[in-house]
């Protein structure tokens, strides 16, 4: 016969060390999602913040058609004291204007703005740094982001004066900054597209006309090189340069041609150039 072990006691529940894991690891998969959500959406918010502060001076100027009189319309002769009204509408200016004083208060290095008219969202100021290190990682704005800002090749003059300048800008996965060059690697979309590049200088607008891509060594000397000085020798860089290109455009070209070359990362050492020559200068204002 049993011993009396005293009032009745129900079994423990068992233990399921799995499920506690598992709920565990599924809130923190919740938190790190809301966390890495939350890093995105701030920094989209900040770089949104910062373009809508760049194309504040950006001024597009209104176009004024001149006015028609209609047939038929009687007009009064003017009297010997009434001034003539003038009726030549006076045209307006091909390009929006820059206020380039303004950028400047906010960051000195600011030297140019690139738009392209056929990539939608390639719209931005450039720089120039003592290097092109600091802008890999700093916006226009001078403040430390991911996207960094369009830069110009601090071997360059911040005037444009060299026959070839180079602008630097990241391949940003959100579409932003270089992102869109990869456009200009389909055949049908630089035959098809608008190749026009226009560079805004405090005193000019420079229009270039894209004429080719290539995918290059991050230390190509050919494609990296600024430094030339006669006449001859950058013709023959120029030369050297439309033969790797992988489209024929029949680019006219000779020693005086300006050259713009737009580098952005494809991973690795591997870089995408898009090239573009100099067709006209247009002084602030025509």
């Known amino acids: 016969m049993h011993k009396y072990q005293g009032k009745y006691r129900s079994p423990r529940p068992k233990r399921r060390p799995f499920l506690y894991f598992g709920l565990g690891c599924a809130a923190f998969a919740l938190i790190a999602a809301a966390y890495v959500g939350l890093f995105f959406w701030t920094g989209a918010q900040r ?20 006015q028609e009189t209609e047939p038929g319309t009687q007009t009064t002769a003017p009297s010997e004291t009434t001034v003539p009204e003038t009726t030549a509408e006076t045209q307006p200016p ?38 092109n290190a600091y802008y890999v990682n700093h916006n226009w704005e001078n403040q430390e982001s991911e996207e960094g800002a ?48 226009l560079l805004y200088l ?29 006449g001859d020798t950058w013709a023959d860089a120029i030369g050297e340069t439309l033969k790797h290109l992988w489209y024929d455009l029949d680019t006219q070209y000779d020693g005086n041609s ?29």
């Open 94 to 131: 091909r390009f929006p204007t820059v206020d380039f004083e303004g950028l400047r208060e906010k960051n000195p290095d600011v030297v140019a703005w690139i738009q392209i008219p056929a990539l939608e969202g390639v719209d931005y100021p450039v720089v120039i740094g003592e290097d």
């Open 47 to 66: 770089k949104q913040a910062s373009r809508q502060t760049a194309m504040e001076y950006v001024v597009t100027l209104p176009t004024r058609p001149p």
């Open 258 to 286: 300006e050259i713009l070359t737009l580098s952005t990362c494809m991973g690795g050492d591997q870089r995408l150039t898009v090239h573009a020559i100099c067709v006209e200068h247009v002084p602030n204002g025509a």
């Open 150 to 197: 369009i830069f110009l090749d601090f071997r360059n003059g911040s005037d444009f004066s060299q026959p070839h300048n180079i602008l630097y800008g990241h391949c940003m996965k959100d579409g932003t900054m270089f992102q869109p060059l990869g456009q200009w690697e389909k055949e049908s979309f630089l035959r098809g597209s608008d190749r026009t590049v």
């Open 202 to 230: 405090p005193e000019e607008v420079r229009v270039y006309e894209i004429i080719g891509s290539e995918r290059v060594n991050a230390l190509d000397s050919r494609v990296y090189k600024t430094d030339y000085t006669t």
